[in-house]
């Protein structure tokens, strides 16, 4: 299983974990095991009509996966998957 | 690697002072600074967008180093739960607006370099005209739409932005510099929906993670000043204070970027508020709300009201809400059966914005029972029904 990293901002829905074990040949399939373990990550990560949404980058590694072929890009187990979110504090 | 020449152009350095060579010896005796760098930091110009947690630092620093000329822009007055992170304002600021208190403590710091007051908000009309006189600009806003705004006029002006943003324990740097590399638009092509991600003020954040984000901003600001060294520009730092984690992540200029890539779409300024989805046209449908004098009549007349706050257990705590049924945000869609849709369901958090997207959430999830967002949440239960519970 691939290890998925959860940012803060979104921890809340995932009961806190700041990391999830997911399963899948692809990127986007180990999203989707991550989403159907945590159903109300689902608004946050996927636009009506189930892209991923623009504000989420997702990372193999250290890479994008607009370099690596998008939601296709393969996953082995020993990969990490981060996603990336746009947060926006500067603090006022 | 990423090495930039200094953006500084030989042509406008001058000679440093004695005083002033006595001030900056430790940077005089660094072999990358030396003089010639520190007469580059005294010819820069430097415009900090926002004087709250990141620019706090980053006016600090950069007034130390001896940036000759320094831009401070915000529209706020200093409020008291600033001074938790904000540390260039003092108690004695409290209600004076930003810049000016700002302008007295780098001042006072440093008396020989030009502070620039901008008591004002960075909009589509002004940008262009305050930017186009500095040579960098360093964000340190809070908000979505003022990001966008800082990246494209920097895009089209040609000015590098350095950038920093802070949520709870977590970080982020870089530098976006479209001459050199990638802009935020490569990055984040679109904002997420509004209140879809909470800001500090709902979220909370670690006073000194603005310390140190800021800090490394004004670390970048000072090497595109004096040129070498390598920039963030191509790189987006990560930093999780709670983990002590630094990570990093390589950026790419995006060919389809629309301001920056091979054909850009975007040849000017455009309404913010609207590509943020902030415009009452381009907003979903209002939720149904509820004042808190309201519900209180409601609750006094014995009707029956499904009361669900969605505050995490720490939060309850600093402000509880006697009589409700406690389902944190992130778990309302899992535990969906426990809603009855023959009574209505008022949804409370600190200021009634969370609990928009609750509702939305439990909408979107097929909930067909009415759904009532407390307005201005238990802030406004606390002001207008139960002055025993404090406003946070
Ligand atoms: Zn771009």
Known sequence: MAQVLIPTALRAFTEGNSSVDAAGKTVGEVIAAVAEQYPDLKLHLYEENGTIRRYVNIYIGDDNIRNLGGVDAPVVDTDTVMLVPAIAGGVR | ?392
């Open chain 2, 1 to 392: 690697m990423s090495v930039i020449e200094s953006i500084i152009p030989d042509e406008r350095v001058e000679k440093l002072s004695n005083a002033e060579i006595s001030r900056y010896s430790r940077h005089l005796l660094l072999p990358q600074i030396g003089l010639d760098g520190q007469e580059k930091l005294k010819a820069a110009k430097v415009l900090i967008v926002g004087t709250g947690g990141l620019g706090a630092p980053l006016a600090l620093y950069l007034a130390a180093a001896g940036v000759g000329t320094l831009g401070v822009l915000d529209f706020d007055v200093v409020e008291e739960s600033n001074l938790q992170r904000q540390i260039i304002h003092s108690t004695r600021d409290i209600d004076r607006p930003k810049v000016a208190s700002a302008a007295d403590r780098l001042k006072g710091l440093n008396p020989d370099i030009d502070i620039v007051m901008h008591n004002t908000m960075l909009t589509s009309a002004n940008a262009l005209d305050i930017i186009k006189d500095y040579d960098i600009v360093a964000d340190g806003t809070d908000n979505y739409q003022t990001r966008y705004l800082v990246n494209d006029a920097c895009v089209l002006l040609g000015k590098p932005n350095v950038y920093g943003s802070i949520f709870q324990f977590e970080g982020q740097a870089s530098v976006f510099y479209a001459k050199e590399g990638p802009c935020y638009r490569c990055l984040y092509p679109s904002p997420p929906p509004p209140g879809l991600v909470p800001s500090c003020s709902e979220g909370g954040v670690l006073g000194v993670l603005p310390g140190i984000v800021g800090t490394i901003q004004a670390n970048e600001v000072i090497k595109l000043i004096v040129g070498g060294g390598n920039s963030l520009i191509g790189r987006l730092l990560l930093f999780d204070s709670w983990e002590m984690k630094f990570r990093e992540l390589k950026l790419d200029k995006d060919e389809e970027c629309p301001i920056c890539g091979k054909h850009p779409t975007i040849h000017e300024l455009i309404d913010y508020e609207q590509f943020c989805g902030l415009k009452p046209d381009h907003e979903p449908e209002p939720v149904d709300t509820i004042e808190a004098k309201e519900l209180k009549a409601r609750l006094d007349a014995g009707d029956k009201i499904q009361i669900i706050d969605i505050r995490e257990p720490h939060e309850r705590a600093i402000s509880p809400f006697e009589g409700s049924k406690p389902i944190p945000l992130g778990q309302l869609v899992r535990r969906i059966e426990e809603f009855d849709e023959n009574e209505d369901a008022v949804f409370l958090c600190k200021i009634g914005q969370r609990s928009i997207f609750a509702i939305r959430a439990l909408q979107e999830a097929g909930y067909k029972g009415r759904l009532l967002n407390l307005k201005d949440g238990v802030n406004a239960w606390a002001r207008d029904v139960d002055n025993s519970l404090p406003q946070y």
